[in-house]
């Protein structure tokens, strides 16, 4: 069987013979695409975020459909906030803080209703949901235990935000040896020069990071692939 590619930025990205590949869906939870969430404290337009909803929800429904492995990630905090340092709470100066009451619940707090996953990529009962108290999903997880227990080598990157959390996952999962694609259009920032500064950098250098690719060219190479 010829090597299955995925068309991508700076070159084509091979993808394993194996089942070795895993969808990974970064923070799109409520605290950061609604209305009233921790974003929208920011004073951030969070219609941005939400328009690349439809985008995910397509290679979500694939990886499902060809039995591949889908994680997700949420970022929050023990309603302690002991795994918030205080300087990540006090940044930004925002109207609305980490812990604070918001409405929908305490912002940034693991179970309130502003912490979970949108309804539209809610994860199946057997799927795995990382919470992660900081920026990279590696970070004080047991994202890489999972990915090693699956024997996961290819991981395709979505969610937000490009330049924070999406970009410091990718580079995390870089120096564990993981081999990276980012989702042109199933990313997205409050800052549209933000998102294409990323992906400028993950293209670099021949691909110092990683790959970039629209969800088509992902979708057909997993065609070509499993199908």
């Known amino acids: 069987m010829a090597m299955a590619l995925i068309s991508a930025q700076p ?3 091979p993808l394993p013979s194996d089942t070795g590949i895993a ?3 970064i923070d ?3 605290d950061f695409l609604e209305p009233g969430g921790f974003g929208d404290a920011l004073g951030n337009d969070v219609g941005r975020l939400q328009a690349i909803v439809p985008t995910v929800q397509k290679l979500q429904t694939a ?6 492995l889908v994680l997700q990630t949420v970022e929050g905090h023990r309603p302690d906030l002991s795994d918030c340092p205080p300087a990540k709470q006090k940044r930004g100066n925002a109207a609305l803080k980490i ?10 707090v693991l179970g309130e209703p502003g912490n979970s996953i949108i309804p539209e990529l809610a994860p199946l009962p057997e799927e795995t949901v990382i919470e992660k108290p900081g920026k990279g999903a590696f970070y004080n997880t047991n994202l890489e235990f999972l990915l090693k227990t699956h024997n996961i080598s290819h991981l ?8 924070v959390c999406v970009q410091t996952t990718m580079r995390e999962a870089n120096d564990r040896g993981y081999e990276c694609l980012l989702v042109e259009d199933a990313t997205e920032s409050y ?3 933000f998102k294409q500064a990323t992906l400028a950098m993950v293209q670099a250098q021949g691909g110092i990071v990683g790959w970039t690719a629209t969800a088509d060219q992902v979708l057909a190479g997993l065609a070509q692939r499993y199908s």
């Open 11 to 13: 070159y084509d990205y």
């Open 23 to 25: 969808l990974l869906i």
């Open 28 to 30: 799109m939870q409520r």
């Open 63 to 68: 990886f499902r459909h060809y039995g591949r």
């Open 99 to 108: 812990g604070d009451p918001g409405p929908m619940g305490r912002i940034l």
């Open 156 to 163: 395709i990157i979505t969610g937000v935000t490009t330049e």
């Open 191 to 193: 800052f549209p020069e």
